[in-house]
């Protein structure tokens, strides 16, 4: 083993990196960690001006500017724990939310993003703020599903279950029934 092999053996997170994450291309995790901090800097800065909504006496645009401007710094927090080095425990939660799979940071944070939308549905800053937040639950989303087969694999697939020859499906069947047969609704069978 090289001293390379062990300084990296020993900078490796312990179970933090995940068999899933190891197929992902290396764009789509760059493009997720700079959409996710970009865009909760943009949320941030828009949920503030969502919050100038009291002055015409709209409650509901300054609730929604509150939850952009959080969900912004939670987003903040989980993609880029050196922005906020001055907190005690970022760096424990943003591990802790990096050692999940893909499909919960998805789910986290479209959920973040979706509130501020039903509250301040038509204001600008809402749509752009939340939308980037958003965006980047898309991008985690699509990390999720993984890679594409190639084309090669595809036809193959395709071949053996046109022959037969693929996965049994999985819809339902009756298995008190040893000798089901199928039925139609068109009309019962003529007799010649």
Same mark, same amino acid.
């Given at each position: 083993?090289?001293?390379?092999?062990? !300084?990296?053996?020993?900078?490796?997170?312990?179970?933090?990196?995940?068999?899933?994450?190891?197929? !992902?291309?290396? *764009?789509?995790?760059?493009?997720?960690?700079?959409?996710?901090? +970009?865009?909760?800097?943009?949320?941030?800065?828009?949920?503030?001006?969502?919050?100038?909504?009291?002055?015409?006496?709209?409650?509901?645009?300054?609730?929604?500017?509150? *939850?952009?401007?959080?969900?912004?710094?939670?987003?903040?927090?989980?993609?880029?724990?050196?922005?906020?080095?001055?907190?005690?425990?970022?760096?424990?939660?943003?591990?802790? +939310?990096?050692?999940?799979?893909? *499909?919960?940071?998805?789910?986290?944070?479209?959920?973040?993003?979706?509130?501020?939308?039903?509250?301040?549905?038509?204001?600008?800053?809402?749509?752009?703020?939340?939308?980037?937040?958003?965006?980047?639950? !898309?991008?985690?989303?699509?990390?999720?599903?993984?890679?594409?087969?190639? !084309?090669?694999?595809?036809?193959?697939?395709?071949?053996?279950?046109?022959?037969?020859?693929?996965?049994?499906?999985?819809?339902?069947?009756?298995?008190?029934?040893?000798?089901?047969?199928?039925?139609?609704?068109?009309?019962?069978?003529?007799?010649?």
């Amino acid at each position: 083993m090289s001293l390379t092999d062990k !300084i990296t053996m020993l900078m490796a997170r312990p179970g933090g990196e995940n068999a899933q994450k190891d197929d !992902i291309p290396w *764009w789509m995790r760059y493009a997720g960690r700079g959409l996710g901090t +970009v865009g909760s800097f943009i949320a941030i800065i828009l949920g503030l001006l969502n919050c100038t909504g009291i002055i015409f006496l709209n409650v509901s645009c300054l609730i929604a500017g509150i *939850w952009q401007m959080l969900a912004g710094f939670l987003v903040i927090v989980c993609e880029a724990p050196c922005c906020c080095f001055f907190i005690d425990y970022v760096q424990v939660l943003s591990d802790k +939310v990096e050692s999940r799979p893909y *499909w919960n940071k998805a789910a986290l944070y479209m959920g973040l993003a979706l509130p501020p939308f039903f509250l301040c549905f038509f204001a600008l800053s809402t749509w752009f703020g939340s939308g980037l937040i958003f965006a980047t639950g !898309i991008v985690y989303g699509m990390m999720a599903l993984g890679k594409k087969a190639s !084309i090669d694999d595809m036809r193959t697939s395709a071949a053996n279950l046109e022959a037969g020859q693929g996965q049994p499906t999985t819809a339902p069947r009756a298995n008190l029934v040893t000798n089901e047969q199928p039925f139609s609704f068109t009309g019962p069978p003529t007799t010649k």
